[in-house]
């Protein structure tokens, strides 16, 4: 997420930070860098023009001229003008009478029914029950696609089928919540190649048949300024109340998240990371700053963490990781945690430091399940001694654990390799050059 930009932006701060003192031409030259950044960052033109104004009369003022830190006030400053951009954080509003209504729109492909699915699966964590309504009449297949994604996740989905009217269907289904006691109605609307008359009409008869609590316009993060043209569109017909970003683990450019805001006014409410009915995550404005700057997003990725390790665990790992005595074992039971949590590119991210290192060493390669079975099929053929102590795992032991895990000696090379990516990681950890968050332990 945002690995262009965030990559870009440490570079110019490192050059500032490299420098006791800031001239005014300094400044004039990294507001150069930034504006071309974000520009290449597809960010809309308005928003950089204005954004690196603001930067460039905070920075020529005392703030940074007779600062000991100029550098990292700049990053400061830009910081808190990120802030700006993104938005004060805003939640859902809901009804204190239930159903609560929350309207989905948007244009076909951004991943409305997905996202529907995924915001019923947030609610319900936190104790409401979801009714998913599917309303896109046009394409079969959404229905189809909602009612399989309310069986998997055990969330009820009323639908009258092909031939009903969305505007009918929205209201009867708001009614049958109210009789089944839901106490939240997602209503999943059709979408549209592109936007027309007869979309935005059918929308606004939903809007005043059901009158939504919330009408969240779900956009495809990875479309760019298309995404904030879109907005701007369904902004001027229906009352956006909020934005849903989707695929925004897949945007390594970050155009609509700093754009769409600031030109539409209508706050972002949740981000998409992933195809996983439980990846959306609520919109953090300062955590996307922080990710943007390079400082990572340890709140996030400790929320992540506790929905999968219990304490004792993180205390367990802690002491493990302190003593140099985490082994293959601890190691598969880490993977198989941390696979739960999302991919790993995301969660590398989210650690201060921890993406510089990873670049530094080479990357590190992302785990699917498969390569997590076969991972755990290898270790499982170790002995206690060489899940121990993988050191004494020589050519002849490595030829054993492959035909043992039917896998080859490459892939058993592969994984001792990545334990000791792993090790060199912990070491950077505990040896203090990277500081471990409090709660956050075994990652």
Do not use: W
Not at 19 to 28: F, N, P, S
Not at 78 to 92: D, I, K, N, S
Not at 177 to 188: G, P
């Amino acid at each position: 997420m945002f690995e262009t930009l965030s990559d870009r932006l440490t570079d110019i701060f490192t050059g500032l930070r490299g420098k006791g003192v800031l001239t005014e031409r300094d400044v004039d030259v990294a507001m150069r860098e930034i504006r071309m950044a974000l520009l290449e960052a597809d960010v809309n033109f308005k928003v950089v023009k204005q954004f690196v104004k603001r930067v460039k009369e905070r920075c020529i003022g005392s703030e940074v001229m007779k600062s000991l830190t100029p550098g990292q006030q700049v990053v400061k400053i830009v910081h808190e003008e990120l802030l700006a951009v993104l938005g004060e954080p805003t939640r859902l509003e809901m009804s204190q009478t239930p159903p609560s209504i929350i309207l989905l729109a948007g244009l076909q492909g951004a991943g409305k029914t997905t996202t529907a699915a995924k915001l019923a699966n947030t609610l319900r964590k936190g104790g409401h029950h979801p009714l998913l309504a599917a309303l896109d009449v046009y394409r079969p297949a959404a229905i189809d696609q909602l009612i399989a994604l309310g069986k998997q996740l055990n969330i009820p989905v009323y639908s009258e089928g092909i031939k009903a009217s969305p505007p009918k269907a929205a209201a009867n289904a708001v009614q049958y919540a109210r009789r089944n006691a839901n106490t939240v109605v997602i209503l999943d609307t059709a979408g549209r190649l592109h936007i027309d008359e007869q979309m935005m009409s059918e929308l606004q008869e939903i809007e005043r048949a059901v009158s939504p609590h919330e009408v969240l316009l779900v956009a495809d993060a990875m479309t760019g300024q298309d995404a904030v043209h879109a907005a701007e569109a369904f902004h001027a017909a229906v009352n956006v109340t909020g934005l849903v970003l989707t695929k925004m683990d897949g945007d390594a450019r970050g155009g609509a998240a700093l754009s769409i805001r600031e030109v539409t006014g209508v706050p972002i409410k949740y981000m998409g990371t992933g195809e996983k009915t439980d990846a959306l995550e609520v919109f953090h404005p300062d955590r996307l700053a922080q990710r943007i700057l390079g400082m990572g997003d340890v709140l996030s990725l400790i929320e992540k963490a506790q929905e999968q390790i219990t304490e004792e665990e993180a205390r367990s790992i802690e002491k493990k990781m302190r003593t140099a005595t985490f082994d293959l074992d601890d190691f598969l039971k880490q993977m198989q945690q941390v696979r739960k949590m999302g991919p790993m590119a995301q969660l590398v991210e989210m650690i201060p430091g921890m993406r510089g290192a990873v670049k530094q060493m080479g990357g590190m390669p992302d785990m699917n399940d498969k390569q997590v079975k076969h991972i755990e099929a290898i270790i499982t053929s170790m002995t206690r001694q060489e899940r121990r102590n993988p050191g004494i795992i020589d050519g002849s032991r490595r030829k054993r654990i492959a035909r043992g895990s039917g896998t080859s000696v490459q892939e058993v090379n592969q994984l001792l390799n990545q334990f000791k990516d792993v090790q060199k990681m912990m070491k950077q950890l505990t040896s203090g050059k990277m500081r471990i968050p409090k709660g956050l332990m075994g990652l």
